[in-house]
């Protein structure tokens, strides 16, 4: 009997699944709301102040998008390229800042899944929106350093972020730890998430109910299931779930 061609292979099952790549704020990490009050200080760098109609329209926008690249955020806001970067800089800064200060808390269960997942055997792949001294900002507030071996940015794959599918794939090449983009598991709290993982292929997609999205906004964007929070997650993966 001859082996499946890819085409007709089917997708494998929870248990299957080798590598899985899980977003920070609002999937693994709880920030209480600071990428809001670091977008209000990026907002006054450009002279946009809270109170006004542009700074509500704006607001808006960046709640609408979170999980996006944040910078993909503010070339759309703010038009020509010295002022989107004005503007993220300023952000990266203000949140930065705000981290710095404790503000930040992991996702009740969010640290034990992850090495859950790792006792399992499976590779586990941190990415984020925000640039690299965010993102590491953000680890060393949470003693993360040294949790996973990989953690990625949009810069960390070509500078494209979510939606687009390019932080997965990379992970998926850079670990080596499945054979198949179906073995991959995307997990985000956002249909920007949700959307990369779809378009990268993955064979488990998931919306998270503890950040910017809900229900609606994860299965219009192509979600395989929404669960409670990812810690969930690995009893889900061995089938238990």
């Known amino acids: 009997m001859t082996s499946p061609t890819p085409s007709q292979a089917p997708s494998p099952t929870p248990e299957g699944i080798r590598l899985v790549v899980l977003d920070m704020a609002g999937t693994t990490v709880a920030d209480g709301g600071l990428v809001e009050r670091a977008f209000d200080t990026a907002a006054r760098e450009l002279g946009v102040e809270p109170g006004t109609d542009d700074h509500a329209d704006k607001l808006a926008y960046v709640r609408a998008t979170m999980g996006e690249s944040k910078i993909s955020v503010f070339r759309h806001l703010f038009g020509d390229e010295d002022r989107a970067q004005r503007a993220n800089t300023a952000f990266e800064k203000a949140y930065g800042e705000l981290v710095d200060g404790g503000l930040i808390a992991p996702v009740p269960g969010a640290r034990e899944a992850i090495g ?120 889900l993966l061995r089938g238990a779930g």
């Open 116 to 235: 859950e997942l790792l006792a399992d055997g499976r590779s586990v792949v941190l990415t984020t929106g925000f640039a690299r001294v965010t993102q590491d900002a953000i680890l060393d507030a949470l003693g993360w350093r040294d949790l996973v071996p990989l953690t990625l940015c949009p810069a960390d794959a070509g500078g494209r972020g979510r939606p687009y599918p390019d932080m997965v794939l990379e992970a998926f090449l850079r670990t080596k730890a499945a054979a198949d983009v179906r073995q991959v598991a995307v997990v985000g709290d956002t249909s920007y998430d949700v959307l990369s993982g779809v378009r990268a292929g993955a064979g488990l997609v998931a919306g998270v109910r503890t950040g910017a999205h809900g229900d609606d906004a994860f299965r219009a964007a192509g979600a395989t299931l929404v669960l409670d929070s990812v810690a969930g997650l690995p009893a």
